[in-house]
């Protein structure tokens, strides 16, 4: 009992142990500007996404800053390293990609620059843009304008290189493709739950569960005969369809049971579309700074 009790405060002490010191996670990227500790309020952290992403429909290059509160265990140099192999700023093959680091609670910061930059913004300048522009203002504890003051020298700085033209395909059809398809899905999402809620309130729980099920194979069946009239291959698609909208429905109900939810709607408070990197990679250049 003494030797299985002592087990199993070792393997205890061990998962303490392995918690504390595990790396950061590299966060998700959706925004141009990912806060992880609220620094920025929203009209800031607006604002300073607007005027990236106008950069980048002028120049082309992406520029993306990182706010958390610590990289510890490792040194904000590793961590950078590994923002930058996850999110890979900047266009592939053209590697003009840069991301302003801010490790709050750290007071550490570091500017990752892509490799078709090195040459605009070399170790010595990011030193530069970190102790003479944004470490000023940061120890006044002007937070949203040091980070503001530095994209702005960074941006000039990139402006002055000679770098191939922002792809119209690019910018503006791809987009605009992808907008219309979250619109379309949107569309979709909004009418199968309003479906789904209307047939549960008039008809109950499991019969609008079956109802919202047959008329998702209904539709399955009917709209591939309007631009193949295979009835047989209809048929297969309607019975999928159906078994999608069961799984889909009981899903959603399960879903609106368990988030407290009593109509089943919810808001993600999420502001515009998604965005990623473009396959930029990074050699190491930049330089790093504390406050």
């Not at 999110?87 to 053209?94: D, E, L, T, V």
């Not at 008039?202 to 631009?227: C, D, E, Q």
Request: glycine letters at 12%.
């Amino acid at each position: 009992m003494f030797v299985q009790l002592r087990y199993t405060l070792g393997l205890l002490l061990l998962m303490f142990v392995t918690a504390v010191y595990a790396d950061v996670a590299v966060p998700n990227l959706s925004h141009r500007v990912t806060d992880l500790t609220a620094t920025l309020s929203a009209e800031q952290s607006t604002a300073l996404e607007n005027k990236l992403a106008a950069f980048e429909a002028r120049k082309g290059s992406q520029l993306a800053v990182l706010i958390l509160p610590t990289t510890q265990p490792e040194t904000i140099e590793a961590f950078g390293i590994r923002v930058a192999d996850t999110w890979k700023i900047g266009r592939q093959k053209i590697d003009d990609g840069v991301i302003l680091l801010v490790a709050k609670d750290d007071h550490k910061m570091r500017i990752e620059v892509g490799r078709g930059l090195e040459g605009a913004i070399p170790d010595a300048i990011a030193k530069r843009v970190i102790a003479e522009i944004i470490t000023p203002k940061f120890k006044a504890n002007d937070f949203a304008g040091g980070i503001d003051a530095g994209v702005s020298q960074l941006i000039k700085l990139i402006e002055g290189e000679p770098l191939p033209a922002p792809s119209p395909e690019n910018s503006a059809s791809t987009s605009s493709d992808s907008d219309s398809l979250d619109w379309v899905f949107g569309v979709l999402l909004f009418v199968f739950m309003f479906l789904d809620m209307t047939l549960a309130e008039k008809l109950g729980t499991v019969a609008g569960t079956f109802g919202t099920a047959i008329v998702a194979g209904l539709v399955g069946t009917i709209y591939p005969l309007f631009s193949n009239p295979d009835i047989l291959a209809a048929l297969i698609i309607g019975v999928g369809m159906f078994f999608v909208g069961l799984v889909a429905s009981c899903a959603f109900k399960l879903y609106s049971a368990f988030s407290g939810g009593s109509s089943g709607w919810s808001s993600s408070g999420s502001s515009g579309g998604s965005w990623s990197g473009g396959g930029g990679s990074f050699g190491g250049g930049g330089a790093s700074g504390s406050w």
